[in-house]
């Protein structure tokens, strides 16, 4: 089964606040404060100013969004996040802004990657992927016998339109 998301993770106030502005956005709620906001047609045209894709390296963030990603960091630190998988292959991208700047990244992993239903191994205190460690810049923490992204509960869905469907 595959897995096939790309959102923008903040934490719950932030991204309610800035999603208001913006047609065809939904907040679904994480855990540990974290909320989503999946990357849906609508919100892409709505946020895209028209430029290239620019230099980060994501196969789907609207031109120019990365200027309001940090205009939003302002009021807390706000990730942008693309996670495809099949198969145990696939590849992650995610970024941090914060105060009004790139913080973190872009990061990224190409290749194989364990499956989501498989438990983390414990690697000291290290973040193994770029989601999970832009969720550890948000404030997130792993839990016993998991990474970040799992402990925020972002295993739960496995595409943008069941994320999308569980904010309604």
Not at 19 to 28: D, I, Y
Not at 158 to 168: H, K, L, P, S, V
């Amino acid at each position: 089964m595959g897995y096939d998301v790309q959102a923008v993770i903040a934490g719950d106030e932030v991204l309610r606040i800035a999603s208001r502005e913006l047609p065809g956005s939904a907040v679904v709620r994480l855990g540990q404060g974290l909320s989503m906001m999946p990357m849906t047609d609508e919100l892409f045209d709505a946020v895209t100013d028209g430029s290239g894709a620019g230099d980060l390296g994501f196969w789907r963030l609207p031109g120019g969004f990365d200027a309001l990603l940090a205009r939003w960091s302002a009021a807390g630190p706000i990730a942008y996040v693309e996670a495809e998988h099949f198969g145990g292959v696939g590849r992650q991208r995610a970024a941090v802004w914060a105060d009004g700047s790139l913080a973190l990244g872009p990061l990224g992993l190409l290749g194989p990657l364990r499956p989501l239903d498989e438990p983390t191994k414990q690697r000291g205190s290290q973040a193994v992927s770029p989601a999970s460690q832009a969720l550890r810049r948000l404030g997130a923490q792993r839990d016993v016998g998991k990474d970040e992204f799992e402990s925020v509960g972002l295993n739960r869905h496995r595409t943008n339109e069941d994320w999308i469907a569980d904010a309604c």
